[in-house]
């Protein structure tokens, strides 16, 4: 299985602020088509995940240009530029390269 | 604008077998290029993959419930169905059920999510 490991578990942000999340893989995400197949996604309380971001750095239809991601490999980073009262919730990265789909553990984030 | 529903029983005796359906509108489940999945997540934890089908009824399950699990489409119904037989408490969580856009796609479509509580 391929681990997928996130880093902070939570972070309390002020609005306005930035934001920034990681993922590390256990493995290599870069498959031989040369897509890298990590995904983000975004858990509002009492809502089912959105995606946010497919392989590594495209940005799903409707989602804000303050979030980007960023990586390779087996390092990644969802960034939020201007954190705003509406991105609460868990953030999952998700790795599909291996057909046994793991997620990260979750990042926790809430407004200050 | 695809919408998926899950359906079935909230409250499952242990030992019996978790029965659910996703139907989904705005879309056919036979459409190509698209998986069809289960995931859940358990009471204040994180998300796990159960297993996805594609509309010819090829299957991928989770190696650590495939002993347990059959996930099976109704193309008729445009539906897709999950079955989680000899269910303990352990398997008290809410399930969801998703399109795949491929097999290594994301995740682009979810159901609102279902709870299920294993409990005599």
């Known amino acids: 299985d391929i681990v997928m490991t996130q880093t902070p578990l939570s972070l309390s942000v002020t609005p306005g602020q930035p934001a920034s999340i990681s993922c590390k893989s256990s493995q290599s995400l870069l498959h031989s088509d040369g897509k890298t197949y990590l995904y983000w996604y975004l858990q509002k309380p009492g809502q089912s995940p959105q995606l946010l971001i497919y392989e590594v750095s495209s940005r799903f239809s409707g989602v804000p240009d303050r979030f980007s991601g960023s990586g390779s490999g087996t390092d990644f980073t969802l960034k939020i530029s201007r954190v705003e009262a509406e991105d609460v919730g868990v953030y999952y990265c998700m790795q599909g390269i291996h057909l046994l789909r793991t997620f990260g553990q979750g990042t926790k984030v809430e407004i200050k | 604008q695809v919408q998926l529903q899950e359906s079935g029983p909230g409250l499952v005796k242990p030992s019996q077998t978790l029965s659910l359906t996703c139907t989904v509108s705005g879309g056919s489940i036979s459409s190509g290029g698209y998986y069809w999945s289960w995931i859940r997540q358990h009471p204040g934890k994180g998300l796990e993959w159960i297993g996805y089908?594609?509309?010819?009824?090829?299957?991928y399950y989770n190696p650590s419930l495939k002993s347990r699990v059959t996930i099976s489409v109704d193309t008729s119904k445009n539906q897709f169905s999950l079955k989680l037989s000899s269910v303990t408490a352990a398997d008290t969580a809410v399930y969801y059920c998703a399109r795949v856009r491929g097999l290594r796609g994301y995740f682009d479509y979810w159901g609102q999510g279902t709870l299920v509580t294993v409990s005599s």
């Open positions: 089908i594609y509309y010819s009824g090829s299957t």
